[in-house]
């Protein structure tokens, strides 16, 4: 789970370091590079500058609306490169004339500085000696590659790329400036070793989706708290997902209402879960899988807003909560959106009777199933009337069961629930009132893989560098992370697109 924002507080702290400062972005073309240097500009107090080497002003405006509109209020220079060749041929003719004025043992930084590429010597001059300045470089590569192969054939002794970079951080470094070098190559090269800060930002394929991933090699002067962020470009924007709670998120967030009222379907209070799953049948069975590591907080977070909607809708809920989950816990699920008379009048939970709690929940609380003679039937036929009781259709209800909770009733009753008799059970539940159920379960246990074939809904939720990812199975989905809510939602679906 997260929060979206536009940088990591890594790289806001970096740019909040001293000048100068050299930052190295690493990438493969179309992996959010030009993106990123974006945020990096939105997000600089300075003078901001942004030389292109590769794609030109008209068509950077037209695809990154951002860029035109940060040029048109004045907040930023973008230097377009695009067109012009490099003017070193003449410049080094021009030292060569000079050349013996100058003394072997004691080079001018200055006179070398004039070998530089134009667009950096462009940069430089448009920035202030005295107001920290941001120079985007996009791309070094570009720019340096295409020097070099211009100008290999003048002289014998022309400057490396190596050489180059040293001197062009030398005469960064004169000034307050923050530059920024956009480079595609994979490998780490002097350059990474003499900036002060170096991130990539690559694509992945992970099960079969593909993820977005920034990692941050070093900072210097700035403690990395994470080092990796999966991010999004979603809309022309760079936004980074940070872990939980990191992000803003009110005591009591709210559910999305319902836009319009639709027969036989249950609104699941989140219009994220809307846009890319739908609404919940009547009749039909959604499962919830979960890999071993993703928090309980992250199954409530996708719930709470679906529980709530049913109540308000006037509808019945049952819970099967998994082991050692208390009445409390569930309760407040309901907390700040749902009144305590109506949790007690329409919601169940099959689960043991607390201890001493400081709510007084067992009006809600059905009696657990049991072996012995006379005990109550595993079939829970307490829980089956309460639902059929009921049984208005404009008014659905609502099962929520724990894979793990079933397995514990089976514990009490040898064989209660089988990968066999799961299924069956399953329909003859939702069909006795105006039902759908939500099965919740680890992937790898038995009853989770006998219900997969019947449900309409199949998600998978897994846990990685603190984040929880949200894959739609059935229906396919992209790759979602989950979250945190503001003050407008409980909680969001984030594309990592």
Not at 195 to 202: E, L, M, P, S
Not at 381 to 391: D, K, T, V, W
Not at 423 to 443: D, E, R, W
Request: with cysteine.
């Amino acid at each position: 789970m997260g929060a979206a924002i536009d940088l990591p507080n890594e790289l806001t702290q970096f740019l909040d370091r001293p000048a100068p400062q050299t930052l190295v972005i690493r990438g493969a073309p179309g992996t959010g590079k030009s993106l990123l240097a974006l945020a990096l500009i939105e997000a600089f107090p300075g003078r901001r500058i942004y030389v292109s080497s590769r794609v030109p002003r008209s068509r950077l405006t037209f695809d990154i609306p951002s860029f035109g509109r940060l040029s048109d209020i004045g907040q930023l220079s973008v230097v377009d490169m695009t067109a012009g060749g490099s003017g070193l041929r003449t410049t080094l003719r021009s030292l060569e004339s000079v050349r013996g004025l100058v003394e072997p043992e004691a080079p001018s930084d200055n006179l070398r500085s004039l070998l530089l590429p134009p667009e950096v010597l462009e940069g430089w001059s448009q920035a202030s000696p005295s107001v920290p300045t941001l120079i985007v470089l996009d791309s070094w590569d570009a720019i340096v590659e295409r020097h070099v192969d211009i100008t290999k054939d003048v002289h014998d002794a022309l400057p490396s790329r190596e050489e180059l970079e040293r001197v062009a951080l030398a005469q960064m470094a004169q000034a307050p400036v923050f530059l920024v070098m956009v480079i595609e190559h994979a490998d780490a090269g002097q350059l990474e070793y003499l900036a002060d800060g170096v991130v990539a930002v690559i694509r992945e394929i992970h099960e079969d989706r593909m993820e977005r991933w920034l990692h941050i090699e070093k900072l210097r002067g700035t403690r990395i708290a994470h080092s990796s962020y999966p991010f999004s470009l979603e809309g022309g924007r760079f936004q980074c997902i940070v872990p939980l709670g990191m992000g803003p998120r009110p005591a009591t967030p709210p559910i999305d209402r319902q836009p319009s009222p639709s027969p036989g379907q249950i609104w699941p209070g989140s219009s994220d879960y809307a846009t890319f799953f739908g609404r919940l049948p009547v009749g039909k069975l959604t499962l919830i899988e979960l890999d071993p590591e993703v928090p309980n907080s992250a199954v409530a977070m996708m719930v709470a807003p679906l529980l709530n909607q049913v109540v308000a809708g006037g509808g019945r809920v049952l819970h099967i909560p998994p082991p050692g989950m208390q009445p409390t816990e569930i309760w407040k699920l309901y907390l700040g959106q749902t009144s305590k008379e109506d949790f007690l009048r329409q919601v169940r939970l099959l689960c043991p009777l607390p201890g001493i709690e400081t709510e007084d929940l067992s009006p809600a609380i059905l009696p657990l199933p049991s072996s012995n003679e006379g005990g109550y039937s595993p079939r829970v036929p307490e829980a089956a009337r309460f639902l059929s009781e009921n049984s208005d259709p404009g008014k659905p209800n609502l099962a929520v069961l724990s894979i793990a909770g079933l397995e514990a009733i089976n514990g009490l009753v040898p064989n209660a629930y089988t990968p066999t008799t799961l299924p069956g059970l399953s329909l003859t539940y939702i069909h006795q009132s105006p039902l759908h159920g939500v099965f919740i379960g680890y992937a790898e246990a038995p009853l989770t893989r006998a219900v997969r074939p019947m449900v309409d809904v199949h998600i998978r939720l897994s846990a990685r560098n603190g984040r929880v990812f949200v894959h739609g199975i059935l229906p396919r989905t992209p790759s979602l992370v989950l979250s945190d809510g503001d003050e407008k939602t409980h909680y969001h679906l984030l594309l990592v697109v």
